[in-house]
């Protein structure tokens, strides 16, 4: 039998036995997810070392984000649709419509402002709120894939899964929405997070056997094969071509791509779980993480504009500056516009840890509680979403990711 959590991952998340990686997993990837906009921000920050090391990294930004994230889920399984709303969804949905347009709003008056683009109407507005093509996409379809759980909360935990693959049949629309793309590509993800969490959870906590530790590399190795593959096949292919599973409809080469990425992550996302672990158990480093991993949502929130006020707009102002990779003044050079950035960005998530704390402003980042509603109401929406404790499914008091002592 396989040896408890707390045997083999000793370093916490908090004093009730919390453990530490799936803290340190959101940790690594808020880390990478700061890395990768920064580099994209900074001219030639994609051709840097640090953005080579990111790319190996993949499966520990989003991928195990939401697995994590379905692991956290467990307890939607358990909840009416009122719960659902007032526990979860409404601390979602609340800075994501608040934020985006602030977010959105900036780069548009950055572009306007120096570049000379019209300023966007209030169509655009909505059309990006409601599409989620902005930075803070995560909270909308952290909604959606909550739904989704919840509405399949009586299903057996393998129909459910397999059900979520069924995004697969939206793929022409991908070319329209990149939105599509990663509902395809994180949904199947989070529903195993959350209706196959015990596995995952067991997965964590067995002991780091070599057959273990071989069995992940080789599938993280034949995740980067499968892009290898896809590279040679899709350098002489067509630029559209039929999709069966929707007749009449074609997709790009970059759609077919999006199916690429989520047999890849699939492969590669044993071995993340496994890294996670693993630097669950680094001393200094793995507090860290796990700060950055409990504090993921001001980070995500406040990087993108801390870049867009301190660094879009300062160059702007100078008129351009020449940055390049082989600069001979370092205020010239790619590399220390990509520490600095990546300094601001971490700046942006502290101001935006600081707005939390200052009253009605940190409501629009974490807002209150919503007030009990009437019983009739109440009771209607328990009546529609209470269901009794399946087995293999964690009950309303199981926390997903506690240990439980042993007997």
Known sequence: MAPHLASTAPVKAGEQGRVAWPDVAKGVSILGVVLLHVCLAVPFGMDTFAAQVN??????????????????????????????????????????????????????????????????????????????????????????????????????????????????????LNTHCDTVGKFIMYLPIFMVGAHLSRTVRDFASSAMTPPKIVG???????????????????????????????????VEANDVWTLVRTVGQFL????????????????????????????????????????TIFFHVPLARLGGVEISLEAERWTHSTQFWVVACIFLGFAGGVMMW???????????????????????????????????????RASREEDPIRTRPRR
């Open 55 to 172: 790319h190996l990294l993949d499966p520990l930004r989003m991928p195990l984000f939401f697995l994590v994230s379905g692991v956290f889920s467990t307890k939607v399984l358990c909840m009416s649709l009122w719960e659902l709303f007032s526990r979860r969804l409404w601390f979602f949905l609340v800075p994501y419509v608040l934020w985006t347009p602030i977010e959105v709003g900036l780069m548009d008056w950055h572009r306007a402002s120096y570049y000379g683009s019209e300023l966007a109407d209030v169509h655009f507005y909505a059309e990006t709120l409601l599409t989620a093509q902005n930075m803070y996409w995560f909270l909308y379809v952290l909604v959606a894939f909550n739904l989704v759980l919840w509405a399949t909360r009586r299903l057996r935990p393998w129909v459910a899964v397999a059900l979520s693959f069924t995004t697969v049949l939206a793929l022409p």
């Open 268 to 307: 590669m996302l044993p071995i993340a779980i496994l890294a996670a672990v693993g630097l669950s158990k680094v001393p200094y480093l793995s507090p860290a993480l796990q700060f950055l991993g409990r504090h993921t949502l001001p980070i995500y929130l406040g990087h993108p504009i801390a870049l």
């Open 216 to 250: 992940a590399t080789t599938a993280y190795v034949a995740g980067f094969a499968v892009y290898a593959m896809w590279y040679l096949v899709s350098a002489d292919g067509p630029a559209l071509m039929d999709w069966p599973l929707w007749p009449g409809t074609v």
């Open 354 to 392: 600081a707005l939390q704390r200052i009253p009605v402003i940190g409501w629009t980042l974490k807002p209150p509680a919503l007030a009990p509603v009437p019983g009739a109401v109440r009771a209607f929406f328990s009546r529609e979403g209470r269901e009794e404790h399946q087995p293999g």
